[in-house]
């Protein structure tokens, strides 16, 4: 059956047997056991998202970091290196994953293979190799899945996505999405790498920090509080910038609501691009075929920045949302909300109550217990993952084809989707798939 661009994917294949109940049918009063793997920051606030489980053990490479989520779950046993926690611990059902971005694929590949339901924060994956194979592990090993991208359960994304099927502003053929935000010591401060360019001085390892597994699979540098543990999502080696951080959470919306897949073509500019760290700023612009009746698409993100006010916005109204948002330019009108789709308006203000009386019914399941109890229902049977691999990995490979336009910047690369490359420019393809450390693969 074909799937709506909406809808979750397959229901779980497996289900942990201690959640069974005596007849075979899934028990809502039993829980599973979760494991969590990168526990120090969105870790931490993830298992606190499932804390109506079991909790059972706890993985992180650097237990300083993670010492809030030791106190907080004192029976759990603790692991530094989740190969170690997977070949041992029996008992676990599931696991979160919020890892730096370099190190998602290998743990989810992992996990799955394992043969346990994965949580894993956004983005999926660090390139574009990797977002293959993980939807692809997913497919063959069946477990339930989800990417964390928390606002994909709420109301504003559903709501938008009704307008804007119902026809709210016309035909839709231009999108801008934005987040002010910059990882330099002007923007996001508690972000902001102190040195843009690789550390040249030495600094001690922190007690309990096991660096070999931090590194993961990418190349072994000397440690450096420059990447860990509040810098990582600049550096190119191990983040994926603003365009894996918000713009994720942003594009989500603007894909399910326009039911894209992924670009026919990609260019970037930058400001302060180097080889090192993502680019001070960026305006990234992505074009899609057309869907059907749907018209192609040219959705332009910006980053570090904003796109020129509308018109049609009263003076005395914000631009989107407090730190980014979207506008979506209509035949009929414009639809504007804030970064994470969390409720649009429809603008200006005197169209927005003419719409209101009319405005459609709502088609969209909503979800109750917010994206981590989505997923762990979803683990027990009772109902579908909103975001699983299979969406995730798509809208993951969308922004990580606008990090590599910012690598290339200047140039237009055609993306051939079937053949995973890009199509016009070679050298732009050694970052499709990005080398590995040895002993590590996928």
């Not at 009746?293 to 332009?300: Q, S, W």
């Amino acid at each position: 059956m074909k799937k709506s661009a909406g809808a979750a994917m397959a229901f779980p294949m497996l289900v942990p047997s201690h959640v069974l109940g005596l007849n075979g049918q899934t028990s809502p009063n039993n829980k599973l056991n979760i494991a969590g793997i990168g526990i120090g920051g969105m870790g931490f606030s993830d298992l606190r998202s499932v804390a109506t489980e079991n909790i059972v053990a706890l993985c992180d490479v650097d237990h300083n970091y993670a010492a809030q989520a030791f106190k907080k779950w004192p029976q759990a046993a603790r692991y530094k290196d989740y190969r170690v926690m997977l070949g041992k611990q029996k008992d676990i059902d599931a696991v979160l994953i919020a890892t730096p971005d370099h190190t998602h694929a290998v743990i989810s590949v992992a996990a799955m293979q394992a043969g346990k339901h994965v949580y894993c924060q956004k983005p999926l994956t660090h390139d574009v190799y990797e977002s293959r194979r993980v939807a692809e592990v997913a497919r063959e090993t069946g477990v339930v899945t989800q990417m964390g991208i928390q606002m994909h359960a709420t109301e504003g994304p559903r709501l938008i996505c009704e307008w804007i099927a119902a026809g709210a502003i016309g035909a839709i053929r231009d999108v801008d999405a934005w987040c002010s935000l910059s990882y330099y010591p002007a923007g996001h401060a508690s972000w902001s790498p102190k040195w843009m360019r690789l550390p040249k001085d030495k600094m001690a390892m922190p007690t309990g920090l096991d660096w070999e597994n931090w590194i993961g699979p990418q190349t072994m540098r000397d440690y450096h509080r420059a990447y860990h543990p509040h810098c990582w999502r600049a550096w190119w080696d191990f983040g994926t910038g603003m365009m894996g951080d918000r713009g994720v959470h942003t594009i989500d919306s603007i894909k399910w609501a326009l039911k894209l897949g992924v670009p026919q073509s990609v260019s970037a500019t930058c400001v302060d691009n180097n080889v090192d760290t993502h680019p001070r700023s960026a305006i990234v612009t992505f074009t899609f075929p057309a869907r059907g009746e749907l018209p192609p698409v040219k959705l332009t993100w910006y980053e570090g920045q904003t796109p020129p006010r509308p018109e049609e916005l009263e003076p005395d109204r914000r631009f989107g949302g407090a730190q980014g948002g979207i506008l979506y330019k209509g035949s009929k009108g414009k639809l504007m909300s804030g970064y994470l789709a969390d409720g649009g308006r429809i603008i200006p203000e005197t169209n927005m109550k003419d719409f209101l009386p009319n405005r459609p019914k709502k088609t969209i399941p909503r979800v109750k217990g917010g994206h981590h109890q989505n997923w762990v229902r979803a683990c027990k049977g009772m109902e579908k993952a909103g975001a699983d691999f299979q969406y995730g990995a798509e809208l993951t490979e969308l922004c990580l084809l606008g990090n590599l336009a910012k690598k290339f910047e200047g140039n237009e690369l055609q993306w051939d989707a079937r053949n995973c490359k890009i199509s016009n420019y070679d050298a732009a393809n050694e970052w499709i798939r990005r080398p590995y450390r040895k002993g590590w693969n996928l």
